[in-house]
């Protein structure tokens, strides 16, 4: 990731309205960008690489308090096992020689999902970056590895009767309680979901979070996807009215 430059098109974005606090990314079409060129489908992840920097610089440019990406569904885990682990080598490596230039534009750095399940050397890489990039006061990347929208539901429901093994009364259990056991906990709910590829599914992704989330599909697939994307999808986002089931 490069330092961002000035962008006259960010800072028309930015006059335009409201600029979301959270944007979350289903990062779709990798395989397909790698089919369509005759190659292995690892070489359509490793091109999704600077897409992703596009997202983040953009967002950093933008202000975007939080950007979350959808990175390794737990459903992925069913790959071929070759697969599987070449896209988890990428990750570690994508972290080692990502997390200087994310350090120098003040981006921090969370992971959420069920992260025990991630090979050991990755967890390890994944904790050490995260602590290279605690001081950050900017952006924060939030990675959705081995995530899956159901099974933050479940584990939630775990730990709430794992912490409470005396029974739980009904009165104090509302949507503010269970929030706090979810992976999300503390960051506010994406304001904004973008997905790539064209396809109209989330695909168990923020299942609870993205009750009221705005949402903007394109049929690029996500190697491809750039800046221009994001802010076409942030100005979409800015001419929305969002009534959250009330009425003006």
Known sequence: MRKPRPDETAERVKRGGDVPRHVAIIMDGNGRWAKRRGLPRIHGHRAGRK???EAVEGCVELGVGVLTLYTFSVENWSRPRAE???????LEQTLR???????QNDVRLAAVGR????????????AETTQYLKGGRGLLLNLAISYGGRAEIVDAVKKMV????ERLRRGEIDEQFFEGYLYTAGLPDPDLLIRTSGELRISNFLLWQLAYSEI???????????KRHLFQAVSDYQRRDRR???VD
């Open 162 to 165: 794992a912490e409470r093994p």
């Open 216 to 226: 903007w599909v394109t049929d690029t697939l996500w190697p491809d996807f750039r």
């Open 115 to 126: 992260l025990e399940d991630l090979p050991s050397r990755v967890q390890d890489t994944l």
């Open 51 to 53: 897409a992703v920097r």
């Open 244 to 246: 959250f089931g009330k």
């Open 84 to 90: 599987v682990a070449a896209l988890m080598r990428f």
């Open 97 to 103: 020689e990502e997390r200087e230039e994310l350090r």
